[in-house]
């Protein structure tokens, strides 16, 4: 690749990966969640 190539990246990728990741944060904040409230990991399993 030369230096006049660039990467070009579609929006909808970047749109995905944000929504992919902001999902991922409420996933885990309802882990922690769960967690202080049952004081269990997965509640109803352990």
Partial sequence: M???ETKVI?????V???LNGRFAMIGFIALIGAYLTTGQIIPGYI
């Fill in 10 to 14: 579609e929006k909808e990728k970047i």
């Fill in 16 to 18: 995905a990966e944000k």
């Fill in 2 to 4: 030369t230096k006049s």
